[in-house]
């Protein structure tokens, strides 16, 4: 059985992640220094605590295991706080993964699946965003994707690293089993504060900003079901096995939901009233991002299944029904 090591395992896509390579074939290790992730999210495969800045955590794990590839989902990503802590950033999310890619020289492990995001792009002119746009990005966040990308193409030409960059689009939704789910503290993303509010945990929604130049004024982001992005990795490893070029891939359903509409279809999905409150925008937020996944539709052959948002926000309902009953 292939063995992958999942730095970041204990965490939001990198547990969904975890579930369905060990359900495919693959033996798991999963690397993290929990420092956002949980233990109890972290349960396929096998577990070793450790921390990406330590070379030493590093070397003892790829001594214990023979890898066949690497995926890294541990990295920060609040976009506000890498403004106001880009230093915390830059070191984790950057000099942390070059850590990672020279233990991964060293071990001579090659094949290699990122963890990027729509933020390399910016605010981009026009919709949906391909792969050919230039990257711009607006924060230090998006900037430590685009720079580690940077690096990733620079490894791959000197020293014949094979790797996927996957740009996410606005990952949502819950393992449908509702075996792991989203747990962020704090959490800041719209889709679990909605749920909430729907579940009254919070008298209302804040949404930032009322007068974006978009159809009813709120933001449009494109939703994608974790589930859907787990299975991208799978692709995208079987795609570097059989010798395809590296390069980078956004995922993304291709279909933008304001805010508004996500919480219109909180409330049909859940059945409960939510307040509203409008407020002021939240700094940095492009208008509106929507993904082709043209591309990876093409070279990796992925489909999105759980694509409706109705789905997308039934699962993570499911999901926050059930962390409610068992805390974090
Ligand atoms: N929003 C609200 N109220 C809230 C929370 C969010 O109105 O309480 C709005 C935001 O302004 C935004 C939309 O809901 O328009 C989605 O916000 P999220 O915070 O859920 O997600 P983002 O689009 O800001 O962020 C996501 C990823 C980041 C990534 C970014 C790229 O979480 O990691 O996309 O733009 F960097």
Not at 181 to 190: A, F, K
Request: hydrophobic letters at 40%; a positive charge.
């Amino acid at each position: 059985m292939p063995k992958v090591l999942i730095v970041g395992g204990a965490g939001y896509i990198g547990s969904h992640t975890n579930k369905l390579f060990s359900h495919s074939g693959f033996k798991t290790v999963v690397f993290d220094n929990l420092s956002t992730g949980y233990r109890r999210l972290a349960r396929w495969g096998e577990f070793f605590k450790g921390d990406l800045a330590n070379a030493a955590d590093l070397a003892r794990c790829f001594k214990k295991h023979r890898f066949d590839s690497v995926m890294h989902f541990s990295a920060f990503a609040y976009v506000g706080e890498s403004v106001t802590d880009p230093a915390k950033y830059y070191v984790n999310n950057v000099a942390n993964t070059i850590n990672l890619l020279n233990a991964m020289r060293a071990a001579g492990v090659n094949k290699f699946i990122f963890s990027s995001s729509c933020a390399v792009y910016g605010a981009p002119a026009s919709l949906p965003m391909r792969e050919t746009l230039p990257f711009n990005p607006v924060s230090p966040y998006g900037r430590t994707k685009k720079m580690v990308e940077e690096i990733l193409a620079d490894y791959s030409a000197a020293y014949g690293l094979k790797y996927a960059a996957l740009r996410y689009f606005n990952a949502a939704g819950a393992d449908p089993d509702g075996e792991t789910g989203e747990v962020h503290n704090p959490e800041t993303h719209l889709i679990p504060l909605v749920l909430d509010a729907a579940a009254g945990l919070r008298k209302e929604i804040k949404v930032f900003g009322g007068n974006y130049p978009t159809p009813d004024g709120t933001c449009v982001r494109d939703y994608i079901h974790v589930a859907d992005l787990a299975q991208a990795h799978l692709r995208a490893l079987r795609y570097l096995g059989k010798g395809g070029a590296s390069g980078g891939f956004n995922l993304g359903n291709g279909k933008g939901f304001s805010v508004l509409e996500v919480i219109k279809t909180a409330e049909d999905v859940t059945g409960r009233k939510i307040r509203v409150k409008m407020a002021p925008r939240r700094p940095g937020d492009p208008p509106a991002l929507v993904g082709s996944a043209a591309r990876a539709r093409r070279i990796l052959g992925w489909r999105p299944v759980r694509f409706k948002l109705e789905t997308i926000i039934a699962d993570a309902w499911k999901w926050h029904l059930k962390r409610s009953q068992a805390p974090f």
